[in-house]
């Protein structure tokens, strides 16, 4: 059974900081390419950081000089460092592990930046 749990996620002021972790089971974590989305509501869910098998990494626009990718493959899990966070980083944020043929979602971890 697949399974992807996000974690770390919460309520932070403007400049704060979180980071969120997801654990990957039942899939051959090494060989995936993981990646962190995140949808607001009237909004189309948007990637955010990709890092593939080899670890390279890709950001969203935004987020590039704020927020790092990064995996621990012996422990089947990705993480996202977010650092500098402002009101416009809230929302929920989604995990995903993808494979040629397949693809798995978390169900998502809240984060809300307000003072």
């Known amino acids: 059974q697949v399974q992807l749990v996000e974690s770390g996620g919460g309520l932070v002021q403007p400049g704060g900081s979180l980071r969120l972790s997801c654990a990957a089971s039942?899939?051959?974590?090494?060989?995936?390419?993981m990646g962190w989305y995140r949808q607001v509501p009237g909004k189309q869910r948007e990637l955010v950081a990709l890092i593939n098998s080899a670890s390279n990494t890709n950001y969203e626009d935004s987020v590039k000089g704020r927020f790092t990718i990064s995996r621990d493959n012996a422990k089947n899990t990705v993480y996202l460092q977010m650092n500098s966070l402002t009101h416009e980083d809230t929302a929920v944020y989604y995990c995903?592990?993808?494979?040629?043929?397949?693809?798995?979602w978390g169900q998502g971890t809240q984060v809300t930046v307000s003072s």
């Open positions: 039942g899939i051959t974590f090494a060989i995936y390419a």
């Open positions: 995903k592990a993808r494979r040629v043929g397949f693809e798995y």
